[in-house]
């Protein structure tokens, strides 16, 4: 090689290192103008802990139980096994979060050359009286592969991927609120069944009770007046058995719905009384955590996700407003016939890089970009919504835990206090101290404080529900 061609040669190497490496310059550069910026999480104000309830030191690692930890009854478990498997709410939870992983890799894809194996023909004339003339290519092409120098399209896949997750978070909320739910259900079941037995026994009892009335008015020592009183018990207590046969029906028709499939097969009505007291059902719920693992509930982290969603829309609505590069290029081969269409020398090859920046669009990105600002400071609002919304119903459960445990010492005390009355009063009566009318009233007073503390027992027990719900386990 002459000295004349070893220069030349060396020259078209320092150009051809100067342009690439202005290429990778301008790469970065472009690459490191991405509107896109991960979510910063917005700071809130935690309490330490709760107003009714110490925090444990070794609390901070603590992770979500799993239901069937807190529920323990046999029957009940089956019930939520059912429910998780059949209810249709849980299913189309399921499916959302399908469609949008779907979506996910559709949007990821898109920053990704699309590449077809293709063949075309045309045929035009150039004047009237001119031969057709056909022209045929085949090969492979690249069409409009937009470079995402802006991270437009990089925001786009953020944001599917956000509203991915945030599904994901949604479904284990739904889940969660199933179960709660399930056994919600089940306890209203177990309390119309108790109810319904206590007042079946009540109207038993008054009816025993009317009888004897009549035959003492037939014989002159019971008053007319004992009598209407006796005859208005026994009709008010089948008017409360008319009652509970309808709430007990109405109760078990919810508990179907949760389930999703008829309680017939393979659960019975015998299948859904527990195996011991209703009460026992449910282990108790520990609250010592730190307030902080709040922001670990479902909802929570379903509507930090829907704000990252958010912000990721604004870095698609800035990058709109710089030059969208795109690159269209192809090779393959071009003849006139088919039969020369992969012949040699007919091999080509195509390159249309182009860039378009926006000049005028009568505000309309200006506008997608106010609308997307405006769409993530109402995703932080919901967001911090959501927290307080969580504060409140642990707070509200700890709160009715405690009163509740005091109600129900007190209830159980008036029940044993009208107990006792009621066998003072029968006593009376069968010494002729006192008349019908204060066993009567005994009785109606026992039973309504016997419904209520059925009422209050439930009421302690769902508490445990709501207190699992709120914490979402932790």
Not at 72 to 77: E, F, G, I, M, N
Not at 332 to 361: C, N, R, T, V
Request: aromatic share 4%; glycine share 6%; hydrophobic share 45%.
């Amino acid at each position: 090689m002459s000295k004349k061609a070893l220069e030349r040669n060396t020259s078209e190497r320092k150009q051809l290192f100067i342009k690439s490496g202005c290429a990778a310059l301008v790469v970065l550069v472009l690459g490191a103008c991405s509107q896109f910026q991960p979510l910063q999480k917005p700071d809130v104000a935690l309490p330490v802990g709760w107003p009714t309830a110490p925090v444990q030191q070794a609390a901070p690692q603590a992770t979500p139980a799993v239901w069937d930890a807190v529920v323990t009854d046999p029957a009940l478990k089956a019930l939520v096994t059912q429910a998780l498997i059949h209810n249709r709410d849980a299913r189309v939870a399921a499916l959302q979060v399908a469609q949008l992983r779907a979506q996910v890799e559709g949007r990821d894809a898109a920053r990704w050359p699309t590449v077809n194996l293709g063949v075309t023909n045309s045929r035009q004339t150039t004047g009237e009286n001119e031969p057709i003339k056909s022209s045929l290519t085949g090969g492979v092409q690249i069409t409009a592969w937009e470079m995402d120098f802006f991270g437009r399209l990089q925001s786009l896949k953020e944001a599917a991927l956000a509203q991915y997750l945030a599904a994901e978070h949604s479904q284990q909320s739904t889940q969660l609120s199933l179960v709660a739910g399930v056994v919600t259900a089940w306890l209203n079941l177990q309390t119309s069944d108790a109810l319904l037995a206590l007042t079946q026994q009540t109207a038993d009892s008054r009816e025993q009770a009317l009888r004897l009335t009549q035959l003492r008015h037939q014989n002159g020592v019971a008053s007319a007046l004992e009598l209407r009183q006796a005859e208005s018990l026994a009709a008010s207590a089948q008017v409360s058995l008319a009652q509970q046969q309808r709430q007990r029906a109405l109760d078990r028709n919810a508990l179907v719905l949760l389930v999703g499939q008829p309680l017939d097969k393979p659960l019975g009505d015998a299948d859904l009384r527990p195996s011991g007291p209703a009460a026992q059902a449910l282990a108790e719920v520990a609250v010592g955590v730190p307030s902080g693992v709040l922001l670990s509930r479902p909802d929570v982290r379903a509507a930090e996700q829907q704000l990252a969603a958010a912000n990721a829309n604004v870095g698609a609505a800035r990058a709109a407003f710089f030059p969208r590069v795109s690159l269209t290029a192809s090779l393959g081969s071009a003849s006139s016939e088919l039969s020369g269409l992969f012949k040699g020398g007919s091999w080509g090859w195509a390159l249309a890089p182009q860039a378009m920046l926006p000049i005028f669009d009568a505000g309309a990105n200006q506008a997608n970009l106010s609308a997307a600002q405006a769409a993530r400071d109402v995703a932080l609002a919901q967001y911090e919504k959501a927290i307080q919304t969580a504060f409140k119903e642990v707070n509200d459960a700890l709160v009715s835990r405690a009163s509740l445990a005091d109600q129900l010492r007190a209830q159980t005390a008036l029940v044993a206090a009208e107990t006792e009355r009621l066998r003072l009063s029968e006593l009376r009566l069968r010494q002729g101290v006192s008349g019908q009318l204060d066993v009567l009233d005994a009785q109606r007073s026992l039973f309504a404080a016997q419904q209520a503390l059925l009422q209050v027992q439930t009421a302690q027990v769902l508490n445990r529900v709501a207190l699992f719900k709120a914490t979402a386990g932790f």
